[in-house]
């Protein structure tokens, strides 16, 4: 593979950024770099303790006015964001394909997410609704009504750079909330061209400026976040060990979050699945974005009577695969973050290799410029604990099964539960798998894989993985505060319980 020339990859991302109305705010030391030749693309300052002081101030302030304004105006200014979105539909997909080392069509299915994300909730600031409950009362009238709930810290991920602060935000501003944005140190161009052209969109429709906030820096910045007792809500995705660290924090002071974090998901493979669909959808969940999505497959649990036919498919599936620069026609998987990630998987092969595993296929460096692998597919004796472990990178483990019941423990059994699916024609197993003693995961699927979810569903999961919801379904509840509110319209006060009191 010839390496792609850095010089015209920087000038790919300025000119990208330049298109959305962006302007770097000067250069500092946050160096954006990208995977595709593991260079940097620009500079930007990491925001100083003043400027989050004046964040959050303005978030808090802003918030009184926001709060007030009614829900369908609030959804004007979502609808304009999607509007401008479609139009920068390619700039945004080629930033992420910069930053993050998408493929092109993944990057831009990444940018539909967001467009998809703004129509939802441009439909959902006409139907926050509560509820109306019987009251044991005679002429009282019982109620649930659901109020903006503050200021919404959203930290997000390298790997869904811009679909994750979509989710948060479209849902927090037509909820009434404010946002401040702390995006991954390793994506602070895509938040740029999203922060334009939101702030535009604001501009267009009238919303404070203050609705949304970027904000540059790791940890650091995350932390301040975290701790400050004007952010109501901290919407929290990445790690396990970055969930471990913010939860307790935010406990600490009697804040919210709404944590995202790791995966580890499995997929049962049955004696009478269409083993055509099944592979197909394996190798697009195991080895799609080169392994680093959350809802990554990265364990696959196969019955015995077909593990080795189901093997040699994806082996030879995976060595079909073309590797190298994303915006190539043709390659299906683009290069590892960086380095660190490349290193995480040598050391994983390695474990599980010592640990009896058999690496059919992949798990080679391609070139010297970036870290380009090839997907490795793995034979495992036992679910070890390199196997119970989340490498962000595509390592797809295969364990066997004999009996149904063998197969759902052995799903069950890892520390995280987002994603997880079944390939069957069985109905019963198909049923029982989805069931409350199937799998334990925020997402369980029939007949697809782990990944690709759409947004009209709640996203989350359970255990290690946090059990937050973002996105569709009711998840607009995390981001407003609930009231239960009891009127009596009678002449009469009668005490709830039978009470009597005087
Ligand atoms: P990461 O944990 O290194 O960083 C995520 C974000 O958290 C970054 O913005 C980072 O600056 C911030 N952060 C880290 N430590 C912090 C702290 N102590 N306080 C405040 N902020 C802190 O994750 P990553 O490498 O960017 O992303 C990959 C991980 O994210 C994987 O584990 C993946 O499974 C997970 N992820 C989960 C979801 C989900 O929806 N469940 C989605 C995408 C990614």
Known sequence: ????????????????????????????????????????????????AADVEA?????????????????????????????????HKSDLAELVTLEAGKIESEALGEVQEMIDVCDFAVGLSRQLYGVTMASERPGHRLSETWHPLGVVAVVSAFNFPVAVWSWNTAIALVCGDTVLWKPSERTPLTATACAALLARAARETGAPEAVHQLLYGGTDIGEVLVDDPRVALVSATGSVAMGRAVAPRVAARFGRCLLELGGNNG???????????????????????????????????????????????????????????????????????????????????????????????????????????????????????????????????????????????????????????????DQREAERFLSADGSDCGIANVNIGTSGAEIGGAFGGEKETGGGRESGSDSWKAYMRRATNTVNYSDELPLAQGVEFG
């Open 267 to 425: 997929a049962v493979v049955a004696p009478s699945a269409d083993l055509d669909l099944a592979v197909r959808g394996i190798v697009f969940s195991a080895a799609g974005t080169a392994g680093q999505r959350c809802t990554t497959l990265r364990r696959l649990i196969v019955h015995s009577s077909v593990v080795d036919e189901v093997v040699d498919r994806i082996a030879a599936a995976y060595r079909s695969l073309r590797v190298g620069d994303p915006f190539a026609p043709g390659v299906l998987v683009g290069p590892l973050i960086d380095a660190g990630a490349h290193r995480a998987m040598t050391a994983a092969l390695d474990t599980a290799r010592a640990d009896g595993g058999e690496v059919v296929c992949g798990g080679q460096r391609i070139g010297e410029i970036g870290y380009y692998v090839t997907p490795a597919l793995v034979r495992m004796p036992e679910q070890t604990e390199i196997v119970r472990t989340e490498t962000f990178a595509p390592i797809l483990y295969v364990l066997t099964y004999e009996e149904f019941d063998e197969a759902i423990a052995l799903h069950n059994a890892v520390p995280q539960g987002l994603s997880s699916s079944i390939f069957t024609t």
């Open 55 to 87: 964040a959050l101030a303005a978030a808090a302030h802003t918030f009184r006015d926001w709060r007030s304004t009614p829900a369908p105006v609030r959804g004007a200014t979502v609808r304009r964001l999607g509007e401008l979105l479609a139009e």
């Open 1 to 48: 593979m010839t390496p792609p020339d850095p010089e015209a990859l920087r000038d790919r991302a300025l000119r990208a950024l330049h298109r959305c109305g962006a302007q770097l705010p000067g250069s500092g030391d946050l160096v954006a770099r990208t995977p595709i030749t593991d260079t940097p693309l620009a500079e930007v300052p990491v925001s100083c």
